[in-house]
């Protein structure tokens, strides 16, 4: 009796002593997880209107960052990191102006003619970065405002400008925002890419940055701007065919739409982006390049507008030719380029 009573004491004993160290581990990691996102904040200059929103807030942090932290530890061929999505849940992600700015057009292209149609795939090189080749102006961030689809077509703009000009300049978003209003375009609520190489034709051509800044709100359009870049025509790529826009981004930066809003896509900070991934076009990007990983993944090579706190500095990675032939997230359904 005395001798299981005793044992009754030891066990309840170590079980009291056990909660309490695991209850001060919780408390600690809590205490770093608070820490990492006191850091977080000041890093990207958030604040919350009050305690509540904050508690909120920390919480999202914090099964984020746990996401991350598994997610990272397997053996992936791309890595997630704590940018400045990090406090959003995916559901309010999806629901941001960031990612909600490209609407589909309803117009096709004037001609449905592809350049490139006849290049033959095995002539192409197997390697292609335009950042190299000075066709790039550095990664932009379009901030709260859903006008993705002004920096996708600036960045092909820009591309093919520089490749029959051989000057790159960096042109101004702003003044699609503010001044593609007359067609489908809309501003911060979204647009798209074809409607904007329309305006930048009629229009006479774009004024750079520097003359026109980007606001990340919309504006009224100011005019009695030179234009710094003007364009002859543009055309789509044909769809869901890989191949095609391959022969399109060997020859110049290419516009296209992407379903940006997975989770992976969210938090995504390197490697190339691969699995599973909807086809909900909500986002406008350029095609930069593509090539293969020196453990032979296949990747493009695209351009994005969240500054350079998201992905790869700025730049996306996403694997290539894989069997659905809208490519991942649908980066083959809706791709076009400007013509110079
Ligand atoms: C985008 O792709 C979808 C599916 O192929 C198509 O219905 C739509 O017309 C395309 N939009 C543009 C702007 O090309
Ligand atoms: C590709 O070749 C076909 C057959 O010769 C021709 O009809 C078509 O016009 C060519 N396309 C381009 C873009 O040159
Ligand atoms: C932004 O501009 C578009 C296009 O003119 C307009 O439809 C929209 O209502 C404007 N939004 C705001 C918040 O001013
Ligand atoms: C546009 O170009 C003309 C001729 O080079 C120049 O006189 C004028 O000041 C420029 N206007 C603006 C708004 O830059
Ligand atoms: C190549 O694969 C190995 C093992 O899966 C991985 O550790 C490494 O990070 C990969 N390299 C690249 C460039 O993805």
Redesign the pocket.
Known sequence: MAFSKALLFAVLASLCFYSSVHAARELNDDLSMMAKHEGWMAQYGRVYKDAAEKTHRFEVFKTNVRFIESFNTGDRKFWLGINQFADLTNDEFRATKTNKGFI??KV?SPTGFFRYENISLDTLPTTVDWRTRGAVTPIKDQGMCGSCWAFSAVAATEGIVMLSTGKLVSLSEQELIDCDIHGEDDGCYGG?M?DAFEFIIKNGGLTMDSNYPYMATNGTCKAGYNSSATLKSYE?VP??NEGDLMKAVANQPVSV?VDGGDMTFQLYSGGILTGSCGTD?NHGIAAIGYGTDSNGTKYWLFKNSWGTTWGENGYLRMEKDISDKRGMCGIA??A?YPIA
């Open positions: 589909p057009n096709k798209d074809q789509e769809a869901n739409a076009m359904m809706n076009s």
